[in-house]
Nanobody, 131 residues
């Protein structure tokens, strides 16, 4: 069975840092892309970043502005999202998702990756940033 399990969320202070992890099982990690998304109450889900594991291609949403970094540990089938300089508006449930790397490759440049169908989703981890 395919599982994506997020962890690392919690309470952070404005300006602080937090690292989220996503442990993937049940699929061949190398063949997939992993994406990070977030959703605040009453707002639409938005893509943050994704990485295509096969070649390391990375995409970021424009609102990231250098504050967030995605990475993977392929040996551990784990993806990370390091959040820096957190702001109260970053408060949301953060999700990881997986889809075929090919799907992301075919999505085109810019923010197209966030609009493709993501096959598998984790349960989410809450990030709360105080002010």
């Amino acid at each position: 069975d395919v599982r994506l399990v997020e962890s690392g969320g919690g309470l952070a202070q404005a300006g602080g840092s937090l690292t989220l992890s996503c442990v993937v099982s049940g699929i061949t990690f190398y063949d997939y892309a992993v994406g990070w998304f977030r959703q605040a109450p009453g707002k639409e889900r938005e893509g943050i970043s994704c990485i295509v594991n096969e070649d390391g291609t990375i995409h970021y949403a424009d609102f990231v502005k250098g504050r967030f970094t995605i990475s993977t540990n392929n040996a551990q089938s784990t993806a990370y999202l390091h959040l820096n300089n957190l702001k109260p508006e970053d408060t949301a449930v953060y999700y990881c998702a997986a889809t075929w790397g090919r799907t992301v490759e075919e999505s085109g440049g810019g923010g197209g990756w966030s609009s493709v169908y993501w096959d598998y989703w984790g349960q989410g981890t809450q990030v709360t940033v105080g002010s």
